[in-house]
């Protein structure tokens, strides 16, 4: 029962959270929003402590690799003891992300949306390596926020059997 409860809150503070804090519109994808978000990401270089709605805290690395062309984020301790990784990459005119998770899959989205001058991305499934339909469990949907405060939150969306299972937030602070 506590599982089911808390399972719930955490659905309706996400689903607060999109109501209370979503621009009026959002607008969709163009090469200039999708390079400003792609900058964003590589200036988030560095370590940072994120903290989930679901109650535990990660180590967070961001690192811009393979010659510049991709920013590495590295997520330890979201499920005990385990590191998963998300690459963000232009894809030409299109930014990308790849999630490497725990679930043993790697789903891969695009940032189909932005909205407040393109600091809020939405990014939203494609497809995916191991996920042999869309109705296995992956996460299917990211939010990313990029504070005037210098912090980052993201929201995840875990899809499976055909519906939305739980929304995470994750509010990340860069470490000094």
Request: charged residues 25%.
């Amino acid at each position: 029962m506590r599982i089911g409860v808390a399972l719930g809150f955490c659905a309706v503070a996400a689903a607060a959270f999109l109501k209370a804090d979503d621009p009026p519109a959002s607008v969709p994808a163009t090469p200039e929003l999708a390079r400003s978000a792609w900058a964003r990401f590589k200036a988030a270089e560095g370590r940072w402590v994120g903290k989930s709605t679901k109650g535990w805290e990660e180590t967070l690395q961001y690192r811009t690799i393979a010659g510049g062309s991709t920013v590495l984020e590295t997520s330890f301790d979201a499920h005990p003891g385990e590191e998963m990784a998300t690459a963000f990459y232009l894809d030409g005119d299109r930014l990308m992300l790849t999630h490497y998770c725990v679930a043993k899959n790697a789903p891969r989205l695009e940032a189909t949306a932005f909205a407040d001058g393109g600091r809020t991305v939405v990014f939203t499934f494609v497809d995916g390596a191991n996920l042999p339909t869309r109705d296995k469990g992956h996460m299917d949907k990211a939010v990313f926020r990029f504070g005037a405060d210098g912090r980052v939150v993201s929201q995840w969306t875990w899809y499976e059997n055909g519906k939305e299972k739980w929304f995470e937030e994750i509010v990340q602070t860069r470490r000094p």
